[in-house]
């Protein structure tokens, strides 16, 4: 519980940094939105209907650390804190913490899944078109709806015109919690020309959860 507390106030303490380095000729702040037809994570669907999802990130170097959320009409609400850093040789490790708004925010007391915040470390590594992810939920007794020291793998390959991934993992991911391949994928990104020099990024994904035996269709564009 300890290290839970620590994780979360050593988060909240760096997401403060950018209002002192954005001074700095090498960093980078950015914020962007994208608009899905609906919000489907790790092959899991979460809400229901279109999904607004804004991001906020300030960049220096291989650092990064800002926020991702996703909102849609019928109230689904989730606002994501994180911190990575990458590596010139294609590592990056990270921490992201799943907060859903009207969840006390600074309850960090996580003793079961209805605590406000799910801590997770994320790794990853990618070369050329091939990428791995793991990734592994620190809390003990779960928090965010988490079951606790969840874990899930990714493998990935993107090639010019898709990218197909397959994940597996337990806890959250799945419906009795067991490790199982509950993500298959194929997906394509394009640049539809709106005029000489506006292109919109659309992507379409095909998912497949063997583990809830259901198939979706998610389709988006980026601003």
């Not at 939105?33 to 229901?48: C, E, H, I, L, M």
């Not at 291989?62 to 606002?79: K, N, P, Q, R, V």
């Not at 708004?101 to 003793?111: A, I, M, N, S």
């Not at 640049?191 to 994904?205: A, D, K, R, Y």
Request: net charge negative; hydrophobic share 40%.
């Amino acid at each position: 519980m300890k290290k839970v507390k620590l994780l979360s106030a050593a988060l909240v303490l760096m997401f403060m940094v950018p209002v002192f380095t954005m001074a700095q000729e090498e960093s980078k702040f950015s914020a962007g939105a994208d608009f899905y037809s609906n919000y489907v994570w790790r092959g899991s669907k979460y809400g229901t209907g279109p999904a607004f999802q804004p991001w906020v990130d300030f960049t220096s170097g291989g650092f990064s650390i800002g926020m991702w959320g996703s909102f849609d009409a019928l109230g689904y609400t989730e606002a994501d804190p994180y911190i990575s850093y990458a590596f010139p040789f294609g590592l990056s490790l990270g921490l992201t913490d799943y907060y859903y708004p009207g969840l006390p925010v600074f309850d960090f007391e996580t003793t079961d899944s209805t605590g406000s915040h799910a801590l997770e470390i994320n790794a990853g590594f990618g070369t050329g078109g091939f990428s791995l992810a793991t990734n592994y939920i620190v809390n003990k007794s779960g928090g965010a709806g988490s079951s606790g020291r969840d874990m899930y793998v990714e493998i990935g390959y993107s090639f010019p015109n898709i990218s197909l991934f397959v994940g597996a993992g337990d806890g959250w991911h799945t419906t009795e919690g067991k490790f199982a391949v509950c993500n298959i994928g194929i997906g394509t990104t394009q640049e539809i020309q709106i005029t000489e020099s506006f292109f919109l990024p659309v992507s379409g994904q095909i998912i497949l959860n063997p583990d809830l035996e259901q198939l979706y269709l998610v389709v988006g564009f980026s601003l």
